[in-house]
C-alpha cells in the first residue's frame, strides 16, 4: 500500500482545511485507516482512525468535536475535515495504513505498516 496526502496549508484560527490521503494498492478497504500529526521537537500523536469494516471512528480528545475521519473505498481515498483550527493543531499530518494486525482502535504508530510522506497544516493566531 502507497499513501499520499495532500490538503494541507496556511489557515487563520477557527479555520477549517480538509485533508485527503489517496492509497494505491488492493487493500485499501481491508486496512483500518488512521491520521498522526507531529509538531516540531514532539513524537507523533495519534489523531484519528476509521476501522475497516463498518466505518467505526475514534478521536483524541484534542480534536474530538472538531475534526472528522471518513473515507470513500471507491476512491481509495481517506479524508480528515478538520474545522474550528486552532494554532495548537499546526504540525505535519500523517495518514497510515493497518493492514496486518486484527481491526481495531489503535493509537500506538507500532501498529500502522504504511505511511504517507505528511503534509504541513499551520493554523496562525
Known amino acids: 500500500v502507497q499513501l499520499q496526502a495532500s490538503g494541507g496549508g496556511l489557515v487563520q484560527a477557527g479555520g477549517s482545511l480538509r485533508l485527503s490521503c489517496e492509497a494505491s494498492?488492493?487493500?485499501?478497504?481491508?486496512?483500518?485507516m488512521g491520521w498522526f500529526r507531529q509538531a516540531p521537537g514532539k513524537e507523533r500523536e495519534f489523531v484519528a482512525v476509521?476501522?475497516?469494516?463498518?466505518?467505526?471512528?475514534y478521536y483524541a480528545d484534542s480534536v474530538k468535536g472538531r475534526f472528522t475521519i471518513s473515507k470513500d473505498n471507491a476512491k481509495n481515498t481517506v479524508y480528515l475535515q478538520m474545522n474550528s483550527l486552532k494554532p495548537e493543531d499546526t504540525a505535519v499530518y500523517y495518514c497510515?495504513?493497518?493492514?496486518?494486525?486484527?481491526?481495531?482502535?489503535?493509537?500506538?504508530?507500532?501498529?500502522?505498516?504504511?505511511w504517507g510522506q505528511g503534509t504541513q497544516v499551520t493554523v496562525s493566531s
Open positions: 476509521i476501522i475497516r469494516s463498518g466505518g467505526t471512528t
Open positions: 497510515a495504513a493497518n493492514t496486518y494486525y486484527r481491526s481495531g482502535i489503535y493509537v500506538d504508530t507500532q501498529k500502522y505498516q504504511y
Open positions: 494498492g488492493r487493500t485499501f478497504s481491508n486496512s483500518d
